[in-house]
């Protein structure tokens, strides 16, 4: 009885073990999948579309340029004031150095980006926080430099 009782635990930690791996793979797959498209959006001049991958609330965060901005509307404005055409939003690519865990319901991606455009490349790092809400990856918070 004693042996059943000590395999039977030993199988719930087993399977509980593998159920949290494969979270977190697909938690990475979701925010992966949200990354792509939102270089997918911006390589296509669909800066709207690019915004999709952030929470639209007054209680987004970015920080950028010395300059910390709150709000999705606030974000859009910026981004459509700093890139007005195809030729300043040019093509983006990320490279992701880390995705972290913070909680069950929120990352860290720590990266880099690089922007191939007319008026001059740019590239830069960023940290991004994912959270979680209602059942959807949303970046909550934004640092760029």
Same mark, same amino acid.
């Given at each position: 009885?004693?042996?059943?009782?000590?395999? /039977?635990?030993?199988?719930?930690?087993?399977?509980?073990?593998?159920?949290?791996?494969?979270?977190?793979? $697909?938690?990475?797959?979701?925010?992966?999948?949200?990354?792509?498209? $939102?270089?997918?959006?911006?390589?296509?001049?669909?800066? &709207?579309?690019?915004?999709?991958?952030?929470?639209?609330?007054?209680? /987004?965060?970015?920080?950028?340029?010395?300059?910390?901005?709150?709000?999705?509307?606030?974000? /859009?404005?910026?981004?459509?004031?700093?890139?007005?055409?195809?030729?300043?939003?040019?093509? /983006?690519?990320?490279?992701?150095?880390?995705?972290?865990?913070?909680?069950?319901?929120?990352?860290?991606?720590?990266?880099?980006?690089?922007?191939?455009?007319?008026?001059?490349?740019? &590239?830069?790092?960023?940290?991004?926080?994912?959270?979680?809400?209602?059942?959807?990856?949303?970046?909550?918070?934004?640092?760029?430099?």
């Amino acid at each position: 009885m004693k042996i059943k009782a000590i395999l /039977l635990c030993i199988t719930i930690v087993l399977i509980s073990s593998c159920s949290s791996k494969n979270s977190i793979e $697909q938690d990475h797959e979701e925010i992966m999948s949200i990354l792509n498209q $939102q270089e997918r959006d911006w390589n296509n001049h669909d800066i &709207k579309g690019f915004m999709g991958g952030y929470w639209k609330s007054d209680s /987004l965060y970015f920080y950028s340029g010395k300059k910390l901005k709150s709000g999705w509307e606030t974000t /859009l404005n910026s981004y459509l004031k700093s890139y007005p055409d195809k030729s300043y939003s040019g093509t /983006l690519k990320f490279t992701i150095a880390k995705i972290s865990a913070i909680t069950s319901d929120s990352y860290f991606v720590m990266g880099e980006y690089n922007l191939n455009r007319k008026v001059g490349n740019a &590239k830069g790092t960023f940290m991004i926080i994912f959270k979680r809400i209602n059942g959807e990856w949303k970046i909550i918070a934004d640092s760029s430099c």
